[in-house]
Nanobody, 128 residues
């Protein structure tokens, strides 16, 4: 069964940092790709970062490149998202999810329909 429990969200001022964690079930962590997805009120879900769990190769949306880092701890079946230089535009609920498909070069997509098994999410609020 694919299950996730996200944590680590909170309220910070612009320029601040947060580290999100996602505890994944064994079935979830066995998927080749995992990702962090965010959704702001009234907006679509966006995949901000994904990781090919077999090799650790990462992919980032342009909006977060250089500021967010996705990582994994295979011993703990846990996914992380380190976020720095946060802006009000990063305000959203953040979810982790898994995908079964991946590109032949060993990278994962940033297309949200590829991902599933949503947890309850963790809210990130950045004030100016």
């Amino acid at each position: 069964q694919v299950q996730f429990v996200e944590s680590g969200g909170g309220s910070v001022q612009a320029g601040g940092s947060l580290r999100l964690s996602c505890a994944a079930s064994r079935d979830a962590y066995a998927r080749p790709c995992m990702g962090w997805i965010r959704q702001a009120p009234g907006k679509e879900r966006d995949v901000v970062a994904s990781i090919f769990t077999r090799t650790g190769v990462t992919t980032y949306a342009d909006s977060v490149k250089g500021r967010f880092t996705i990582s994994q701890d295979n011993a703990k079946n846990t996914l992380y998202l380190q976020m720095i230089s946060l802006t009000p535009e990063d305000t959203a609920k953040y979810y982790c999810a898994a995908a079964s498909s991946y590109f032949s070069g060993g990278t994962c997509s940033l297309w949200s329909p590829d991902f599933g098994g949503w947890g309850q999410g963790t809210q990130v609020t950045v004030s100016s």
